[in-house]
C-alpha cells in the first residue's frame, strides 16, 4: 500500500513538471485530449444502476455538505 501512494506521488510530481513549459495552446489541446478519452470511458461503461441504499447514502452526503456549507458561510 505504501509503495502504491508513493508511486502515485512520484507520478504525479512528473506530470506536474511536464505540465509547467507548456504554453497556454498546449494545455488546452491536453484539456480536450483528456475530455474526449472520459466520453469514450463513459460511453463504454454505461450509466450505473443504484438500489435504494445507495441512493440514500448520497442523499445522506448531499445534506451533510449543504448544512456544512452554510455553517462555515460558504453559498450554494
Do not use: N, Y
Amino acid at each position: 500500500m505504501l509503495l502504491c501512494l508513493a508511486f502515485l506521488a512520484a507520478a504525479s510530481a512528473l506530470a506536474l513538471l511536464r505540465l509547467l513549459p507548456m504554453s497556454g495552446r498546449d494545455k488546452g489541446i491536453e484539456i480536450l485530449a483528456l475530455r474526449h478519452l472520459l466520453l469514450v470511458l463513459q460511453c463504454q461503461v454505461g450509466r450505473p444502476v443504484f438500489a435504494g441504499t445507495d441512493r440514500a447514502v448520497l442523499a445522506r452526503c448531499c445534506i451533510e455538505a449543504m448544512v456544512l456549507m452554510v455553517a462555515t458561510g460558504h453559498s450554494l
